[in-house]
């Protein structure tokens, strides 16, 4: 296609789609939706430059609205951001803001840390996904766990949660990830709720090395309650993020203990 040749809003997705590096995290339903869509908005959702330490650093999200043939409308998310130790700029794309927060927030750890800037944001830096809605919802949007007085009961939310489960178990790497039993428990879930869980600060402190661990718990259909650890890492040996899924979080922490020794670092 020509620089000047007009993008339709179909062409418009295929792009997006390729340029990223997660494109399965889009729900093929919402893709068949978006074969309808008539035009198509970017606008900046939020940024965050940092310019010391060196290299200067940079991470963007954008919104990219669809107005539908049928009248309604849908919502891509994409997030850019600079690639410090290859060079580039990386993209990835996701269906629900919750998600590109989450994504934002790991990228700005990586980057050093501090509030978001621009629109979304909060006055105390705070993703603004991770408070409360803006407005009124129904309150059968959001599922409570048996026992809500636990300690660290989780809150639910009730959109696509066998649909997220299937997707996070498809960009699984490893090998001993969660089986066929587990996804068809999955399959029933109600809610979900996801949970940064903080690790020790040597895992933060050991410069090109990253590190991350999400927490995905699920309410299913005959109230009890299964998690998956989601593991985020660059211990590769290609430096690329790779992601791995554990049904418990000791495991995912041994994982990245045993990966850390095989490259003789110390965490």
């Not at 093929?28 to 978006?34: K, N, P, S, T, Y």
């Given at each position: 296609?020509?620089e000047?040749?007009?993008?339709t809003?179909?062409?418009?997705?295929?792009?997006?789609?390729?340029?990223?590096?997660n494109?399965?995290?889009?729900p093929?339903?919402?893709?068949?939706?978006?074969d309808?869509?008539?035009m198509?908005?970017?606008e900046?959702?939020?940024?965050?430059?940092?310019?010391?330490?060196?290299p200067?650093?940079?991470c963007?999200?954008?919104r990219?609205a669809?107005l539908?043939a049928d009248?309604g409308?849908a919502?891509?998310w994409e997030l850019?951001?600079?690639?410090?130790e290859h060079?580039g700029?990386l993209?990835?794309v996701?269906?629900?803001?919750?998600?590109?927060r989450r994504?934002?927030?790991?990228?700005?750890r990586?980057m050093?840390?501090?509030?978001r800037t621009g629109?979304?944001?909060?006055?105390g830096g705070?993703?603004a996904?991770?408070?409360g809605?803006a407005?009124?919802?129904?309150s059968c949007?959001h599922l409570?766990?048996?026992?809500?007085?636990?300690?660290g009961?989780?809150?639910?939310?009730?959109?696509d949660?066998p649909?997220?489960a299937?997707?996070?178990l498809?960009?699984?790497?490893?090998?001993?990830?969660?089986?066929?039993?587990v996804?068809?428990?999955?399959?029933?879930?109600?809610g979900?709720?996801?949970?940064y869980?903080?690790?020790?600060?040597?895992?933060?402190s050991r410069?090109?090395?990253?590190?991350s661990?999400?927490?995905?718990?699920?309410?299913l259909?005959?109230g009890?309650?299964i998690?998956?650890?989601?593991l985020e890492?660059?211990?590769?040996g290609?430096?690329r993020?790779?992601?791995e899924v554990y049904?418990?979080?000791t495991?995912?922490d041994e994982?990245?203990l045993r990966?850390?020794?095989?490259r003789g670092i110390d965490l």
């Open positions: 296609m020509s000047g040749e007009h993008l809003p179909a062409h418009h997705v295929g792009e997006l789609l390729a340029r990223a590096r494109p399965f995290d889009v093929d339903a919402l893709l068949r939706r978006l309808s869509a008539l198509v908005q970017v900046l959702a939020g940024w965050r430059h940092r310019n010391n330490p060196r200067a650093l940079r963007s999200s954008f990219h669809f539908l009248g409308s919502v891509l850019c951001y600079d690639d410090p060079g700029e993209r990835e996701y269906a629900d803001e919750a998600e590109l994504a934002e927030q790991r990228v700005h990586r050093g840390g501090g509030p629109p979304g944001s909060t006055a705070e993703p996904a991770r408070r809605p407005e009124p919802r129904s949007g409570s766990a048996p026992d809500t007085t636990a300690q009961a989780h809150t639910y939310t009730g959109e949660s649909d997220h299937r997707r996070l498809r960009r699984a790497e490893n090998p001993d990830r969660p089986g066929e039993d996804r068809r428990r999955l399959a029933t879930a109600l979900h709720d996801i949970v869980v903080p690790r020790p600060s040597a895992w933060e410069g090109r090395v990253w590190c661990v999400y927490q995905h718990a699920f309410l259909a005959d009890s309650e998690s998956l650890y989601e890492h660059n211990l590769s290609s430096g993020l790779v992601c049904l418990e979080e495991v995912a994982a990245v990966m850390a020794r095989e």
